[in-house]
């Protein structure tokens, strides 16, 4: 499996994508959990649910996890955004994101 550097281009229209599908669906609000300039993702076979800082979307690894989302996923599923990736892997990633900020 080769890894793609992620392309800005692409990622702003997933996000723009992602955005347009919550506002459609009867003006879906964030959880009342989720702090300002934060969203939620569901990561791992169990879809454990993780609040990571918007700041996150600058970093070519959690690019390339959106990139990854939308291969497997696109937007037609109802439960959030979803992170193809094992759980261990996410954390270990969050981990190295949150010692950076």
Do not use: W
């Not at 109802?78 to 950076?100: A, Y």
Request: proline share 7%.
């Amino acid at each position: 499996m080769s890894i793609r550097k992620p392309n800005k281009t692409v990622i702003k229209k997933i996000l723009q994508k992602y955005s347009k599908k919550m506002k459609n669906e009867n003006e879906v609000r964030p959880p009342l959990d989720v702090p300002k300039g934060h969203f939620a993702v569901y990561v791992g076979d169990n879809r454990c649910r993780y609040i990571v800082p918007i700041s996150f979307l600058n970093r070519p690894e959690f690019q390339m996890l959106l990139q990854s989302a939308e291969d497997e996923f696109g937007f037609d599923h109802h439960m959030g955004l979803t992170i193809p990736c094992q759980e261990e892997v996410f954390k270990s990633l969050f981990s190295i994101f949150s010692c950076k900020y």
